[in-house]
């Protein structure tokens, strides 16, 4: 579905990623984990189409995304929950989830169903759909945050650092929903600090150091190799 050929994005004169090359099929989930400044963020947001590659190509579903707009990117079915969430604080849990939805669905067309969907998926958010999105605590602005993200129907989610800033049981929480959006079939690339969680979810993962992929394989493969586990996991 995704496929990145020695991607290469630049930050003024620094490189951020150099030469990256990663995989992702259809209803994959990938684990993208690498310790801060390693890439990460830089590669989604080249994904989405809010940075944009010095070189390389970047392939969704066969189709070279050079020139395609962030928005056109939505359409196309990639959608991104970004770190630190982004959520509007002013606006309603229901309103800031409309507000994934994409435009020719917003226009005339009801998101009932999607939210619905994101209800279910997510409980809480039901029960605060009135309340404005300063008042939610940080595990349930990441479920909005998701949530937002699930309303654009995408086929590719983004999701980066789903897990900053909460608490165990929080970020626990929040990766329960993700393996069940993930075992519904939607592909997901996650980027991720804390290995543990991004590993239990992932079928496969890359690590990221100074813009480079210096490891790939299954899950399994990754949280066995003792470079990962010294590095990353903590024993």
């Known amino acids: 579905m995704l496929a990145t050929d020695k991607l290469v994005v630049a930050y003024g004169g620094s490189i951020a990623l150099n ?17 801060n400044g390693a890439g990460k963020t830089t590669l989604l ?33 990639i959608a991104h929950a970004p770190e630190g969430r982004r959520i509007f604080p002013g ?3 229901e309103e800031n989830l409309v507000l994934g939805t994409t435009p020719w669905r917003r226009w005339g067309q009801s ?9 279910d998926l997510f409980p809480r958010l039901k029960e605060r759909r009135r309340q404005l ?3 939610l605590s940080g595990g349930e602005q990441q479920m909005l945050a998701i949530g937002r993200a699930i309303m654009a129907r995408p086929r590719l989610l983004l999701l980066d650092e789903p897990s900053l800033g909460l608490a165990p049981r929080l970020a626990e929480e929040v990766y329960e929903r993700i393996r069940i959006i993930a075992a519904a079939g939607l592909t997901i ?8 969680l991004a ?10 150091e100074t813009g480079h992929v210096v490891l790939e394989g299954s899950a399994e493969q990754l949280r066995q190799d003792p470079r990962v586990r010294e590095a990353y996991l903590g024993r």
């Open 45 to 77: 947001r080249a994904i989405s189409g809010l940075n944009s590659p010095k070189s390389g190509t970047l392939k969704f579903d066969g189709e070279d995304l050079a020139g395609r707009s962030s928005n056109k990117r939505v359409m196309m079915g």
């Open 111 to 119: 998101p009932s169903s999607d939210l619905d969907r994101v209800f």
């Open 91 to 93: 606006l309603t849990v």
């Open 199 to 208: 590993l239990a979810v992932a079928d496969r993962g890359y690590v990221l």
């Open 19 to 35: 030469e990256v090359s990663i995989r992702i099929g259809a209803s994959e989930t990938v684990a993208l984990i690498g310790a």
């Open 189 to 196: 690339l996650v980027v991720e600090q804390n290995t543990v």
């Open 133 to 135: 999105g300063w008042s």
